[in-house]
């Protein structure tokens, strides 16, 4: 079957280590189950797996990507979570979790098996590729949101780095919860997209806002940090899942954390309960993932161009 694969690492030049060509059809073990997939969506991640960054070489060749929606064995449209082995389904007893990609073959590709555990009906509200969307990006975003930050309606948030993909879902589902959402961006046409995603108002990086924030929805990481930390009110949370600009910033600004009691929270991801909650949420509410675009498999070079260059507002998303 055709995919989107990587044979070896190149930390420099990782589009160097994308392979696209035939990849052996998948197996099914006790317990698992082979899904037709009918979309997949990038993830930084995937960049990374280029670089060889979570994962080893005894684990090549590795069939690229995290997300998909598709068809099972038994006709089901289905949403794929992404975790493999959280609770031990499907897994060994003392096997620790991993992505797709880490130790299991990944979604780029016409078939992908997983854990019976780890397939959820899609809303029928929603399409392939917007559901495509969700298990990774969205679903960090999510559980960044609503389980570790905590706000509610009526609460504000900032989110840096407007375009990408778990920014972009912060803001879509902060507005469509009730949430005042500042966001920021070097790129004054994607602050512009923001406010028309919802967000209450976009600044450029580093700006300053009309008042403290309870919560920041961190993933650029030392470029952000310090503008992170002093963005928020006395006993606010900044929940962290990324650091795409490094994650050495040149302050750590640890007085005013402990001075202001602020909360540092690290997000990895989410559960299935929280995938199905989030698919759930956006079936109910109409709010959807932005899609950059959407591309036959055979194109996936220029996908993962247009990510690494940061020309990029919401999801690119594979037909394989």
């Known amino acids: 079957m055709f995919a989107a694969y990587v044979a070896r690492f190149d930390r420099e030049q990782p589009l160097n280590a994308l392979e696209l060509g035939d990849r052996p059809e998948p197996e099914a073990p ?46 089901n449209e289905v949403v794929l979570h992404s975790v493999i082995g959280a609770t031990g389904h499907g897994v060994g007893p003392n096997e620790r979790r991993t992505l797709l990609t880490e130790k299991y073959q990944g979604t780029f590709a016409q078939r992908v098996a997983v854990p019976k555990w780890n397939v959820l009906p899609k809303p029928k509200e929603l399409s392939f590729e917007e559901a495509a969307c969700l298990p990774t990006a969205w679903l960090t975003a999510y559980r960044m949101l609503f389980t570790n930050a905590g706000v509610r309606p009526g609460d504000s948030v900032l989110v840096q780095g407007a375009g990408g ?106 559960s299935k309960e929280e995938l199905a909650s989030l698919l759930a949420f ?3 509410t109409g709010v959807r993932p932005v899609i950059d675009s959407v591309l036959p498999l055979e194109r996936a070079r220029e996908g993962f161009t247009r990510m690494a260059g940061g020309d990029v507002f919401g999801k690119i998303v594979f037909n394989p």
């Open 30 to 75: 006790q317990d698992w189950t082979v899904v037709e997939v009918r979309a997949a969506s990038l993830n930084h991640h995937d960049l990374w797996t280029l670089r060889g960054v979570g994962i080893g070489a005894e684990a090549l060749p590795m069939t690229l990507g995290c997300d998909a929606a598709g068809i099972d064995a038994d006709g």
């Open 165 to 270: 993909g778990v920014a972009t879902a912060a803001i879509a589902l902060g507005a469509a919860a009730g949430l005042r959402v500042f966001v920021t961006s070097r790129d004054e046409a994607k602050r512009k997209r923001a406010v028309e995603l919802g967000a209450t108002a976009a600044f450029e990086s580093g700006a300053r806002l009309p008042h403290r924030v309870d919560a920041v929805i961190e993933t650029v990481g030392a470029a952000t940090w310090s503008h992170s930390v002093k963005s928020l009110r006395p006993g606010g949370t900044l929940v962290i899942s990324g650091a795409t600009s490094g994650q050495a910033p040149a302050s750590a600004e640890l007085n005013r954390i402990f001075f202001l009691e602020l909360k540092v929270v690290g997000s990895t991801m989410g």
């Open 282 to 284: 956006s079936a109910a």
